[in-house]
């Protein structure tokens, strides 16, 4: 018999080892995503407040969209940055207790800050990549347009497809979250979650580590290139005032006004965690703990915002673009307070989380964010455009959030009420300043 | 009726014909299928016993007790076991020219008692999952009593019983296998490959080892359900108990790992492309420590206050077992150093396999020399010591004799990719979890508990990520071997010759 008829690695397509790495992926991105949520929680059983998570997710941010700044050429192999991300996860896990094994003065939150700088390259750049939810819902990464993103595993490589897949990939960590939390507290489930992470980020690491990523230009076709530069792109301040002076003054009101909505979403998503768990707990004759209740609630999120990255297509066909805008990001406005005013209520909270998460929807729309914003061909009518704001814009946006978690943190440690407040007051304001200039 | 391929009689199994089987393959394959399955249980334990370490209040501390001491004697005596006869079965009755089994009915009956036996040592399990007022056994996989007296649970009786099973099956398989080679060998002794002398000498130990425990099971049965003091009491003692129990127990741990030995010298040799250096020695080596082996049961009782003397002439003849031991590593390294290396699955996981079998054998001689053992006795060390053994050496031996046979057991291919996927997985969170158990035995933490200082979190952390990479991998395996025995693509009648092998993009070293 020749050797002919031997397997070879040759076979190209979707083979088994691609398929471990897209699933083992897109279980690490959920869980990573459910780490980030909860870790305000992790620090509030550790002793520390708001202020604390706050610095942490903003240091993660901050390195990621350093790592996002890089050209495309610059990035590391997939297996590394995967690697990088389990590592990153253990160190979480094991935060609260390395310095003892080790003799470091760290303490917990120094540990913490060196797992989010380890997990960077996979927000900025890890399969999924950036998709608008855990850390990257608080900050910069928020809502791009997933141009980043290692997804090349054949399956991934189309934003959407990696969206959907990020979604599907938190929705399932919730349920292991909730699960997790309904057995034991934040200080020992946290770690649960980390270690599962760190096992999906090592298999997918294994999985990934013999292919290559692709051909650039195999990427050109997709919506991504519409967006090809770097993330941050503020080198120069006196570029920038430039370029933003010579924009015309409804795309200037525009990005005013989308990035006041972003600056709202990145204030209080973090702290979510915190208000559920406050909230619920105070609710008589509930067996679901709150920290599961709110794992169930990132589920309904993400369910949501699989919904908005579904729906897309359509609304893009059929909806009036301006009317789509400023009303979703109203409703998007009023999310905030409406959460601390939903108190224990687990069913209103169950929608509020559900709209949160479908604001994916508007992502095309949005002149800070969308790529495909412009009107199809053919329609000329201008009411179905919204204006866009050019790249350097966008990176000063991006770099400018980086602080938005510790702001949210430390009003957080002020008062919630004032946090989330203050959030929907400077959404509303941002939808009127859009509805302004699309008006 | 069989089909043999000149120089290498193990690479060539007498293939079905007509769509009969010989029963020796038959048995070899079920007994094979028998132990997967086990493991798979063996290994979940595994997984929950380590989740309970991070996270104590998902699974309660006395459900840890049972966990390691299911976990232990499911993988030591219905995985380990029944896969290196299952091996045994279908490799050996082909390599030494024999048409069929001498005494098959015995090697018939020995695959019947394999279920009754995990129903007794199961039997907690089974009980509980049933909804029966029964507890998995939570004695440790040594029974030590008085602990073992004292609990009433009556799954420590099933799980006695069903060792009485184990020895029976195993004693009825070394026989058969022992009367065939002796009976319908039609090639000489010397010309005997190494995985078939390794299955000998194993046999021969087994057949004067197992008995001891059977007796000692019968004992503590007593002990328990007709209050006789064997190991307890006036007249008894509990470490009656101890020295029958290791009296076995250390000739079965080479029981277990003598046979990966001849796995891995047999493809080590295959794909290095030459025979293996220092064959004759090697054969030697294997027979020395089948004798040895029987010498050094007391290195596991250097805490019970035994003689001094007693203590150093245990620790020598303990060194003395290291020295052929150490004598195969040097065969494997010198047959690869300037063998002609064919990066095949089989061969990379035998690869790593002698990798782990080097930080075991090191971590065991430091555990052997009386002043450390008696520190790190009790440790996490001793059980990353004999876990690098047991799941790095004699683990990965088993899937390199896994992947070696697949082809010629089903006439398929495995899938390369996955098998190198697997493999690495596999190694990677060997090496994770018991460099982090070897840690914390550095550290002094004690084995068996299921609490610890907040400070050792990090390295049970890090323990669980490594158990649950290799689980992962182990699904991927069985994933491979499912789907690649129903489409496959075919495997030819010598599948390992020189120009075979699924091919992968370096499968050649100069
Ligand atoms: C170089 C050869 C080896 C040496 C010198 C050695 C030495 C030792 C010593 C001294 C102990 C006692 C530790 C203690 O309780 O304080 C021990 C335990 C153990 N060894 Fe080894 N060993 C060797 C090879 C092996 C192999 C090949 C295996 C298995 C395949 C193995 C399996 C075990 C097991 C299962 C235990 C612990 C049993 C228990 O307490 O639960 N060892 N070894
Ligand atoms: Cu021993």
Known sequence: ?439 | MIEMEGTDPVGTIARREGGTEPDYRRIGRRHLQFALAMGAWGGLDALLLRTALIAPELLPARTYDALFTTHGVTMLFLFALPAIWGFAYAVVPAAVGADRLAFARAGRLALRLLPAAALGIRAGAIGRLLGLEVAPVATGWTFYPPLSTRMSNPAVDLALVGLLAVVASTVLTAGCLLATVRRRRTVRWLDLDLFTWSVLTAAAMAVLSFPVLAAAAVFLLSDRLLATGFFAGSTGSPLLWQHLFWFFAHPLVYVLVLPPMGIVSHVVARFSGRQLVGRRTAIYATLAIGVLSFTVWGHHMFATGMDPRARIAFMYVTLAVALPSSIKAFGWLATLWRGTVRLTAPMETSIAAIGFFTVGGVTGVALAAVPLGAIYNGTHYVVAHFHFMLAGFVGLAVLAGAYYWFPLLTGRWYDPRLAALHLRLTAVGIAVAFAALLALGLAGLPRRAATYPAAYAPLHQLATVGAALVAVGQLLFVWNLLRSARSGPPAPVDPWAADGGPRRTTTESP
């Open chain 1, 1 to 439: 018999m020749d050797t002919a008829t031997h397997p070879s690695p040759s076979d190209a397509g979707l083979g088994p080892t691609t398929l471990v790495f897209a699933v083992a992926s897109v279980a690490c991105h959920g869980l990573v995503r459910l780490a980030e949520r909860t870790l305000p929680a992790f620090l509030a059983a550790l002793g520390w407040g708001p202020i604390a998570a706050g610095v942490v997710a903003t240091v993660g941010l901050a390195v990621a969209v350093g790592i996002g700044g890089l050209g495309p050429g610059d990035s590391l192999p997939r297996a590394a940055v995967a690697a990088l991300a389990a590592l990153g996860l253990v160190v979480w896990a094991g935060a609260p207790a390395i310095d003892g094994l080790l003799g470091t003065p760290l303490s917990a939150l120094g540990w913490l800050l060196v797992g989010a700088t380890l997990l960077a390259a996979w927000n900025a750049d890890g399969v999924v990549g950036p998709d608008g939810s855990g850390f990257a819902a608080t900050g910069p990464l928020a809502d791009t347009d997933g141009s980043r993103g290692a997804g090349d595993a054949g399956l991934l490589r189309d934003p959407r497809t990696r969206h959907l897949a990020g979604a599907v990939g938190t929705a399932g960590a919730a349920g292991l979250a909730a699960a997790t939390f309904a057995g034991t507290g934040a200080d020992a489930g946290f770690p649960v979650l980390a270690v599962t992470g760190a096992v999906c980020g090592l298999t997918a690491a294994a999985g990934g580590a013999d292919r290559r990523r692709p051909d650039d230009p195999d990427r050109g076709d997709s919506p991504s290139r519409a967006d090809p530069t770097p993330v941050t792109g503020v080198s120069d301040v006196a570029e920038l005032r430039r370029e933003w002076e010579s924009l015309p003054a409804g795309v200037r009101t525009a990005a005013v006004g989308d990035g006041l909505v972003r600056a709202a979403t990145s204030l209080v998503a973090l702290s979510l965690v915190l208000v559920v768990d406050a909230g619920v707990s105070i609710a008589p004759g509930r067996s679901l703990p709150p920290l599961s209740a709110f794992a169930l609630l990132v589920g309904v999120e993400s369910l949501g915002a699989l919904a908005g990255v579904a729906a897309t297509p359509a609304i893009v066909e059929r909806a009036d673009p301006r009317r789509m805008l400023t009303g979703g990001l109203a409703v998007l406005a009023v999310v905030p307070l409406s959460v601390v005013a939903a108190g224990p209520d687990v069913a209103v909270l169950g929608v509020l989380f559900a709209l949160f998460g479908a604001r994916t929807a508007l992502r095309p729309f949005r002149p800070t964010l969308g790529g495909r914003a412009t009107a199809p061909p053919g329609a000329d009518d201008d009411r179905r455009t919204v204006p866009r704001t050019p790249p350097t814009v966008r990176g000063a946006i991006r770099a400018a959030l980086v602080l938005a978690p510790l702001a949210g943190g430390a009003l957080y440690a002020l008062s919630p009420v004032v946090a989330f407040g203050l959030a929907t007051s400077l959404g509303l304001l941002g939808v009127r300043e859009l509805s302004r200039s699309v008006g």
